[in-house]
């Protein structure tokens, strides 16, 4: 069609309005676009640590010394490799920036200039973390855990007053920190290499019976004075403390069971380069096949001052005599079930 003169001021007009009407939906919708157009990504390449112990510099590691006697080997303690990493990238200039990736990285969002890089694994069940929004006061806790017929152990001091938090063992945990990262805006996406470091660990704990543990049907126990947070930049524990609630399996010579830690309170610490000072005490509450509750306490503060970063707890000597064993009590055989979980009331027998 030919466009007469009479048509070309109306089609200006048109034209003029319909990108006025363009520029303002534009600004509607993408209204953060300075700072989306800043934006660039690194490609992340992630490993991680695996190891469930860290010996203190002059205290020997169990893989060095490890019994055959424990029936297990060293590497089965090990954690497994993480299901996914969380990045946060806070910015010198700007909003932090999070992405989500599978465990062996992937490509992660960043504002362009300077940023502190914090990693942790997020595919925890446990684990709370704080204060995110600040790479130095991040840190993680775990969930509180109850048990009605759990009183506190006479043979613990704790360190401040008041009832001492009762807590989860926590999942396992890897981190890392990097102070300063420059992400460029290049074509072609750089690679940056990691390895995340553990933040929790194992003690592998044994309640050697001298006799009577054929009496029992099932078993759990305490640790107490231990960390009750770590923080995520540099793997140090906060001074709070806490006492890990868990499960023991029931073994033909006693009681064992594998207890996750954030470790020792307040450490590294630079008056000391081993355990907090303190004590640490642990528990054990079996409940016999015929329904009696006997409930053992024991002193581990030697144990644990060259063990702030998991380890290996033995207690021994523990007996249950016959006639604890002989008497009568729920009249039924124990088992997982009739224990109940730890937030139930437990019946005194």
């Known amino acids: 069609m030919k466009l007469t003169n009479s048509y070309i001021p109306a089609l200006a007009a048109g034209l003029a309005l319909m990108a006025a009407a363009s520029s303002c ?16 990504r690194t490609r992340l390449d992630v490993s991680y640590n695996l190891q469930w ?55 992660a969002e960043m504002v362009a200039g300077r940023n502190s890089l914090l990693f942790y694994n997020d595919d925890t069940e446990y684990i709370i973390f704080d204060d995110v929004n600040n790479s130095v006061s991040a840190k993680a806790t775990t969930r509180t855990r109850s048990r009605s017929s759990y009183a506190g152990n006479p043979l613990y001091t704790s360190r401040t007053e008041g009832d001492e938090r009762t ?60 960390a009750e947070s770590v923080y995520l930049h540099d793997g140090h524990t906060g001074t709070e403390h806490a006492t890990i609630l868990y499960d023991c399996t029931v073994e033909p010579w006693g009681i064992q069971a594998v207890v996750n830690s954030f470790g020792v309170p307040d450490y590294p ?12 005490a642990l528990n ?26 998991g380890g290996v707890i033995v207690v021994d000597g523990i007996e249950i005599p016959d006639d604890e064993a002989d008497q009568s009590g729920s009249g039924f055989d124990v088992s997982i079930d009739s224990w109940g979980e730890y937030e139930d009331i437990m019946i005194t027998l």
Request: proline fraction near 9%; hydrophobic fraction near 35%; charged fraction near 20%.
């Open 269 to 280: 610490n630079p008056d000391y380069t081993r355990a907090a000072p303190g004590s640490y």
């Open 167 to 226: 807590v989860t063992p926590p999942d396992p945990l890897f981190g890392h920190y990097m102070p300063q990262y420059d992400q460029q805006r290049l074509t072609e996406i750089p690679t940056l290499s990691v390895t995340l470091q553990p933040l929790v660990f194992s003690y592998l704990v044994r309640y050697e019976f001298d006799r009577g543990v054929e009496h029992v049907g099932v078993a759990r126990g305490a640790l107490a004075g231990m």
């Open 25 to 40: 939906d534009h600004k509607g919708l993408c209204f953060d676009h300075d700072t989306h157009a800043l934006r660039a």
């Open 53 to 107: 112990e860290a010996a203190p510099d002059g205290s020997p590691s169990w893989r060095d010394r490890w019994p055959a006697s424990y029936g297990m080997t060293y590497q089965s303690l090990l954690p497994a490799v993480p299901q996914g990493v969380c990045v946060n990238a806070y910015p010198e200039e700007g909003k932090a920036v999070t992405t989500h990736l599978p465990a062996a990285g992937g490509e």
């Open 284 to 309: 054990l509450e079996v409940r016999l096949r015929n329904g009696r509750i006997l409930t053992f306490n024991f002193d581990i503060t030697e144990q644990m001052k060259s063990q702030p970063h």
